[in-house]
């Protein structure tokens, strides 16, 4: 009898993993700063399949990630197309998770919950009304988003939450054919929120002062932000101009090798510091470092009202090159 039990036993098929979902769409530096709770999750986690609901600029990036088994595309859809609606739903509904860590927290990811609806739930951490592992504090607004997001995972049972770490991610940058001592300069940003660029008239001044003491100027940013590059390279012709030539992946390979970087308060120095880079980032009063700041060693805000009031001498001291 007890030989037949372990025959049997054998032929079993093996159990299904736990299956847990992780929501997190953007923006790109949120997408980073989600990456020390990814990391936590998986490690609570360990046998689980991992499930990621993102947005398609963050598929690349997540798919290098060691933190997801799947990657699920959120097409974001509204009241205007229920069909995508209930396909939604309906695959939410199915994948029959245990577990969902909602890392957005926004009101339409809150609304996912109800979406999941009616009957048995998963376990929904975030700030859904219902959830059974509620990120219960009213002061979760006023938090750093690292702080944040360390504390809605307690309160769920992940005591340990690393910081971001993207060495996973870094791509080889030879292609570039960079000299070997460079700096990065990241002028851009949202093009709706100009009063959180600092004028890239200053970022050319700098890239002189930069190329001067034997420092390649390296611009990066997205292809809308050519014409920045353009005033940078037109005062420093020794500046390299990568805007819109770099995958995310070859952003963290440049932050890895930079002698440093100076941005703006903008998703690629999100990556640029997770990738070990010291930086010096510049905040206008359009946004609060004490909120969305990247952290880590070596990286210090400077902060005007107005970023046109902030000099190029005092963006050189900062940096230690006066």
């Keep these: 009898m007890r030989d037949q039990a372990r ?15 992780v929501i997190k769409l953007g923006a790109l530096g949120d997408f980073v700063q989600a990456m020390g709770p990814a990391a936590a999750i998986r490690a609570h986690h360990e046998r689980a399949e991992i499930t990621l609901l993102t947005t398609a600029p963050f598929v690349e990036l997540a798919r290098a ?16 197309d229920p069909g995508a609606l209930w396909r939604l739903r309906k695959r939410l509904r199915e994948a029959d998770f245990a577990r969902v860590y909602d890392l957005q927290t926004a009101r339409r990811t809150s609304w996912y919950f109800h979406l999941m609806g009616p009957g048995k739930r998963p376990l929904w951490s975030g700030i859904a009304r219902g959830a059974a592992l509620p990120h219960a504090n009213p002061q979760r607004d006023r938090m750093h988003t690292l702080d944040r997001q360390a504390e809605q995972l307690r309160m769920a049972g992940i005591a340990a939450v690393p910081p971001p770490d993207l060495s996973w991610a870094k791509r080889d940058i030879a292609r570039f054919g960079l000299r070997p001592r460079f700096a990065l300069l990241v002028p851009g940003g ?4 100009p009063e959180k660029r600092w004028p890239a008239a200053h970022y050319g001044a700098l890239a002189v002062h930069l190329a001067g003491r034997g420092l390649q100027p390296v611009i990066l940013g997205g292809k809308g932000e050519s014409d920045l590059a353009a005033t940078i390279a037109s005062a420093c012709p020794e500046a390299r101009d990568l805007t819109g030539e770099t995958s995310l992946g070859e952003v963290v390979g440049l932050g890895a090798a930079a002698a440093f970087a ?3 308060d903008t998703g690629p120095m999100h990556l640029i510091v997770a990738a070990g880079s010291p930086a010096l980032v510049l905040y206008s009063a359009a946004s609060d470092p004490a ?25 050189e001291a900062a940096l230690g090159l006066g």
Excluded: K, M
């Design 7 to 21: 025959t049997a036993a054998e032929a079993a098929p093996p159990c299904q993993a736990e299956r847990i979902l």
């Design 65 to 80: 990630a060691p933190y997801f088994d799947r990657i699920w595309v959120d097409e974001r859809p509204g009241l205007a």
């Design 262 to 264: 100076i941005g703006n």
């Design 291 to 315: 909120l969305t700041q990247p952290r880590g060693q070596g990286v210090t805000v400077l902060r005007r009202n107005d970023l046109a009031a902030l000099s190029v001498a005092e963006v």
């Design 190 to 193: 949202a093009a709706h929120r």
